[in-house]
């Protein structure tokens, strides 16, 4: 099982920008498959970004395709989702997760850290 420790939220005005990192541990990081995920006050949570074991392969949801971006360093262990122009609709708690196995798009992921709150003011 590989830990995940998640950093960078807060708050942000909107259309500013924040960058989130995890750290993973106690696992072989270039293994896994790496998302971001986000949990809004009353709604279900939902998969934002993705990124396969080798960083050549990237998935993002619709809503913040072009304005986030998510990218690992498999030597340090490491995913990032930096986030520009943000929107109140992007307030949330943002989780980082991990999944070994095959690339394929999916939200069944079994690792997961404690998350970090964005929140975007109007």
């Known amino acids: 099982q590989v830990q995940l420790v998640e950093s960078g939220g807060g708050l942000v005005q909107t259309g500013g920008s924040l960058r989130l990192s995890c750290a993973a541990s106690?696992?072989?990081?270039?293994?896994?498959?790496m998302a971001w995920f986000r949990r809004a006050p009353g709604k279900e949570r939902e998969l934002v970004a993705a990124v396969s074991r080798s960083g050549l392969s990237t998935h993002y949801k619709d809503s913040v395709r072009g304005r986030f971006a998510i990218s690992r360093e498999n030597t340090k262990s490491t995913v990032d989702l930096e986030m520009n122009d943000l929107k109140p609709e992007d307030t949330a708690v943002y989780y980082c997760a991990a999944k070994s196995g095959p690339w394929y798009i999916s939200e069944e992921y079994d690792n997961w850290g404690q998350g970090t709150q964005v929140t975007v003011s109007s």
């Open positions: 106690g696992g072989i990081f270039s293994g896994y498959n």
